[in-house]
């Protein structure tokens, strides 16, 4: 059982957020976030998606049993804040509609969780048909996609001048999509790849021109993005991005639709934030995201305390409090 979950006085007070139990439809458990169906907070009337984002911490794939307070709360922030600056920018819609957990009705509140939970994590979105694929931006060569490199001189697909040292700057971003794995790891990509994927969901005369706008759309969001935080001394190293297609009153996917960002966005947990003033090819860098904690569990890895499969361990105080600082940090520099 984790340490510290909810049922005590959880919420703003600093105390963790681990999971969360609404009498709402359609609950589903992701590793970070629990969503429901939120019945007429959509447009027109129809269903939205509520999304809370609780402490939990996954790395590689595995929710660790502690949870890191207030994490949920910082990650609500920094998403919404970029969901609200990508529309501005008129770089496409998102699934955003809220982040008030007034929508929320007290007749949902039961048991463990209360309205003082819900506080500051909560986005209620544009319900969505998933596009089954991760679209990932990189500007600089770290995690898989160095690994890629290594040992084939490309990513996806894509190929890279040869040379290139850990963590190096790429020539040009590129587009590097995924898997959405429902159990296990995310695998890396091509292009085509993708559009295969994407084909099985929504049909083959859909999927290369939905990839196509969604490859250009990731690429220009991550441009902003990036231009934002350097703007505050932060590379946007990488970051991932979901997307779907709105539903129709009926829950069809409208697949004629423009695409929706959906999701979180250019959080911690789904980039790599590096320090711009302390950046230098060749090694890992100081980072804002989930680095610090990766470098402790590769630590515990290394002396064969554990395999990187479930169930992960507990993490220590120092290590809790070290990875909120980092969030905290994100969230003060990028958003403040
Ligand atoms: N507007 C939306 N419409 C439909 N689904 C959405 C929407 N926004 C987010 N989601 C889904 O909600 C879930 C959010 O939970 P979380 O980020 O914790 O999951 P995850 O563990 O990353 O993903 P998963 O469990 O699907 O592998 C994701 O599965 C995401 O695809
Ligand atoms: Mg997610």
């Not at 409208?254 to 695409?259: S, T, V």
Request: aromatic letters at 6%; hydrophobic letters at 40%; a negative charge.
């Amino acid at each position: 059982m984790p340490t510290n979950t909810t049922g005590n006085a959880a919420g703003q007070d600093g105390s963790a957020v681990f999971s969360t139990d609404l009498d709402l439809p359609d609950r589903r458990r992701g590793k970070v976030r629990d969503t429901y169906t939120l019945p007429g907070a959509g447009p027109g009337g129809s269903d939205a998606i509520l999304m809370v984002a609780s402490d939990r911490l996954s790395a590689f794939d595995v929710v660790l049993p502690t949870p890191i307070p207030g994490k949920g709360r910082l990650l609500t922030e920094i998403a919404a804040f970029w969901l609200r600056m990508i529309e501005r920018s008129g770089l496409g819609p998102t699934h955003l509609i809220s982040t008030d957990d007034r929508l929320v009705p007290d007749s949902a509140l039961r048991g463990r969780t209360s309205r003082v939970d819900l506080k500051g994590r909560v986005t209620v979105g544009r319900r969505c048909a998933v596009v089954p694929v991760e679209c990932v931006v990189r500007g600089y060569l770290e995690g898989s996609g160095w690994r890629d490199y290594q040992r084939t001189g490309s990513v996806c697909g894509v190929a890279l001048p040869p040379g290139l040292r850990q963590c190096e700057r790429l020539p040009e971003p590129v587009f590097t999509p995924a898997t959405k794995a429902e159990e296990g790891h995310d695998e890396n990509i091509g292009f085509d790849a993708a559009v295969e994927h994407a084909a099985r969901v929504f049909g083959a005369a859909r999927a290369a021109g939905l990839l196509e706008t969604l490859r250009a759309r990731s690429l220009a969001i991550y441009r902003m993005a990036s231009e934002h935080a350097a703007a505050r001394g932060i590379i946007l190293a990488d970051t991932k991005f979901e997307f779907g297609l709105p539903l129709d009153a009926d829950g069809r996917a409208d697949i004629d639709a423009e695409p929706v960002l959906i999701d979180e966005a250019l959080t911690p947990d789904s980039s790599r934030f590096w320090e711009a003033s302390a950046y230098e090819p060749g090694r890992t860098q100081q980072s804002f995201d989930k680095q610090f904690v990766r470098e402790y569990l590769e630590g515990l890895v290394d002396a064969g305390a554990w395999d990187k499969t479930d169930p992960g361990p507990e993490l220590p105080g120092d290590v809790v409090a070290g990875t909120l600082a980092r969030y905290r940090a994100a969230r003060d520099r990028l958003v403040g």
